[in-house]
């Protein structure tokens, strides 16, 4: 392995780095959009409740008709609004799974090209510490030589 496979190897885990981040902003904004869904839809929802209680019937209280239908027909579409808003915070929350799952993945590239950058690393240094013996052996080889060629026995 050379020095320029650990070069490549060290602009891909930054790239991998800037997709990661890339990634986990795009989670925090999922996040962000899903909770103010779901303030909306607790609010459609409490506004509901808050509805019904004032305009609920009342002991003793007669309505004309068309009060009652437009009451109906209101409450009918706050229905309407709360499920669709409810609709929509389930999609929310399928689009911070898919983030979350897309900074996972983001995360164990990242961190699969971290453990590929130490190994190559320690391939390196392995490589040389052979290269090093050897000249080391080499030059042992070569002192006892001359060393036997000078003193001869």
Partial sequence: ????????????????????????????????????????????????????????????????????????????????AIGLQQGACRGHDARVDQARAQLTQRETRLATTERLIERTETSLAHAEDRREQRRADEAAAQRLLHHRKEYPT
């Fill in 1 to 80: 392995m050379s020095k320029s496979r650990l070069t490549t190897l060290a602009t891909l885990m930054q790239q991998q780095k800037q997709q990661r981040d890339t990634a986990r902003g795009h989670l925090e904004q999922a996040r962000e959009r899903a909770l103010a869904a779901q303030r909306q839809a607790d609010d459609l929802t409490d506004y509901h409740k808050a509805f019904h209680a004032r305009w609920g019937a009342q002991p003793g209280q007669r309505l004309d008709m068309g009060v009652l239908r437009a009451y109906q027909d209101f409450g009918q579409r706050l229905d309407h």
